[in-house]
């Protein structure tokens, strides 16, 4: 009996102890379920569905790859909001950090009285030692290096841009350059308007053709000392000899009122600082009005003093209400001073007192009377001094009696032949006459204010000097506008031409590349884009390449046939730039073409940089007040 016991408890314990097995997996389920339900929640209403929930046992593991850390600590903090923080396993892992976009590059260099500066952010690899160089060099110490750099590779034209941007500052003492890959902005002030053209086309010249430049460059505008203006009305109609105006308002209202006094012809009038009155419009618009109401004659003003000359035989009593009327309209300021020359009476007259000439080749003659030794030797050498010690011939004799502004009439009509190529001069007790050739088109007004000062009031001089444009120099290169549309010309009456479908020149165009090729030979370095353009026939971009390859072997044509091409680029533009109606023969042919374009430089629009503002707010509290005043003065 006692067997079967024992059987029967060892029989009850295995089925308890398998209950017991039961009846915990099933509760280890429950909790992994549950924990694993609760995590995915909590989970999905934070966003983080890319997160994978496993439970084994009480662990809760996390899986699953995090755009950032941040997201996986988010992710991590959810779930530990619904079960214990030790219980939750983190395996998962986060993006590689995708790589940072490189910083622009960019270096702003200002040149001026003071020095260069320099400021802006450079790659790591830019040699600044060997950039500092070259700016000492052209500035000996004065150079500011506010530069910061940062460990990048050089962008694609970064190099060219800033040898470009030295090589600019070089020809350029007052300037703003701005620097960055594949493009140079430069604001700078010329001497004059000359000048300005000058260095425009020289800058634009020595671009690179892959480097867009932008061109900024203003002329100053001129102190004109004596402020002159000289209006003549004569059987002819009205001209100017000289003008002078401070704004365009005051300019244009003098022109309208000349032309309504009989202005003919061309005409200049010089805008420029040093106007003696706020009113000298008025004074200048109301002066020329009185001499159309005369008639024949000239005015005269320089600065404040107006002198206003009729012409001989004027009516006297015409003449006289004219010039009352203009006394009392004039401002205050302006001082009048009105000539009625007497009637010329039978009597001959003598020869000219005083005479100089100059010929085309700088020989000057000089011949008449002068006062005394003393004032002969000083004519000769101011002579010698003004048109060279080789060049000049004198054959005066002394006078005695001449009048006591002798002297000074001589001197300044000498000094206004100076200013000629070519000329002849005529002293007289009533007159002093300039007869000449200029390759200046400004020296008529300089020679009018010079007069108007030297002489004094009331004072008649008599100007016919004619604007000759200087010959060109031997060596002087075409202008670029010229030499893109001499070789426009030639493919207008014969274009370039390819055999079909290829890169290849048709053998009738070759005349017409060597003709384009001779030009560009006498152009010199000019920047040009060689364009190729097809039709629309065709899958775009078999057009793009087609284009790209006819323009590249146009410019291996010319390579070929000796011409300078580093300044030249070709670039293809597939069908779109058509200039025709591609849905005909005709267009499709117009289409198909070679053009060479000038590359211009770019407008620059006028901004503060980050040079200019640090220069502001380090600058002395003195230099900003004669910075100030400066402006102040330019802005007038």
């Known amino acids: 009996m006692r067997l079967p016991y024992l059987l029967a408890v060892a029989f009850i314990f295995l089925v308890s102890a398998g209950l017991s097995l039961l009846a915990a997996s099933y509760s280890v389920t429950k909790v992994e379920e549950a924990s694993e339900f609760v995590v995915r929640r909590a989970l999905d209403l934070k966003g983080h569905d890319w997160a994978e929930v496993e439970s084994d046992g009480l662990r809760v593991i996390l899986t699953g790859t995090a755009a950032d850390e941040a997201a996986r600590f988010s992710a991590l903090t959810a779930a530990g909001t619904e079960v214990d923080t030790s219980r939750v396993i983190d395996e998962m892992e986060v993006a590689p950090t995708t790589q940072l976009a490189p910083p622009k590059f960019s270096a702003e260099i200002l040149r001026n009285d003071s020095g260069i500066s320099v400021i802006g952010l450079v790659p790591l690899s830019q040699d600044r030692e060997a950039l500092m160089e070259r700016l000492h060099r052209l500035d000996g110490d004065n150079v500011s290096d506010l530069l910061e750099t940062a460990d990048y590779p050089k962008p694609k034209g970064w190099d060219e841009a800033l040898t470009y941007a030295i090589e600019a500052l070089v020809r350029l003492p007052r300037a703003k350059i701005s620097a960055s890959p594949g493009l140079v902005k430069i604001t700078a002030i010329a001497d004059s308007q000359q000048e300005k053209e000058r260095l425009e086309q020289e800058l634009t010249r020595a671009a690179p053709p892959s480097l867009r430049i932008g061109l900024s460059i203003t002329a100053p505008r001129p102190v004109i000392t004596p402020f002159t203006l000289r209006y003549i009305v004569d059987a002819e109609g009205g001209h100017f000899d000289a003008c002078s105006a401070p704004d365009q308002d005051s300019r244009n209202a003098i022109i309208a009122t000349a032309e309504a006094a009989g202005l003919t012809g061309p005409y200049t009038c010089t805008i420029g600082l040093g106007v003696p009155s706020p009113r000298w419009s008025e004074a200048a618009t109301l002066s020329i009005k009185a001499l159309a109401q005369i008639g024949l004659g000239s005015v005269t003003m320089s600065d404040a003093d107006i002198t206003l000359v009729a012409e001989m035989g004027t009516n006297a009593a015409t003449f006289d209400r004219v010039v009352g009327e203009l006394e009392n309209a004039l401002p205050e300021v302006f001082a009048l001073h009105a000539v009625l020359p007497e009637p010329e009476t039978d009597e001959p007259t003598g020869p000219p007192e005083f005479s100089a000439t100059r010929s085309p080749e700088g020989l000057v003659q000089m011949r008449g009377r002068l006062g005394d030794e003393t004032l002969r030797d000083m004519v000769d050498s101011y002579a010698r001094a003004a048109f060279g010690s080789e060049q000049v011939y004198t054959a005066t004799r002394v006078v005695p009696d001449l009048p006591t502004d002798w002297a000074v009439r001589v001197l300044a009509g000498l000094e206004a032949l100076s200013l000629l190529h070519n000329g002849a001069l005529t002293v007289t007790p009533d007159d002093v006459m300039l007869i000449g050739v200029s390759h200046e ?92 353009h097809t039709d629309s026939q065709g899958r775009e971009e078999m057009n793009q390449q087609l284009s790209q390859s006819r323009a590249q072997s146009i410019l291996n044509e010319l390579r070929g046939r000796r011409v300078p091409t580093a300044s030249y680029t070709a670039v293809g533009y597939g069908e779109t730039q058509p200039i025709a109606d591609n849905g005909t023969e005709e267009g499709r042919e117009e289409n198909r073409r070679i053009e060479f374009r000038l590359i211009r430089p770019e407008p620059v629009a006028n901004s503060e940089t980050g040079l200019e503002a640090l220069e502001q707010d380090t600058q002395p509290s003195e230099d900003a007040q004669t910075d100030s005043e400066e402006t102040g003065a330019g802005d007038q």
């Open 441 to 532: 088109p400004d020296t008529r007004a300089r020679i009018a204010g010079l007069l108007s000062d030297k002489l004094g009031e009331a004072q008649e001089y008599t100007l016919s000097i004619t604007y000759q444009k200087p010959p060109e120099p031997e060596d002087a290169l075409p202008d670029p506008e010229q030499c893109e549309d001499r070789i426009a010309e030639v493919q207008t009456s014969s274009k370039i031409a390819f055999e079909p479908g290829s890169a290849t020149v048709a053998a009738d165009s070759r005349d017409t590349v060597n003709q384009i090729a001779d030009i560009l030979r006498e152009c010199g370095p000019i920047r040009m884009e060689i364009q190729g």
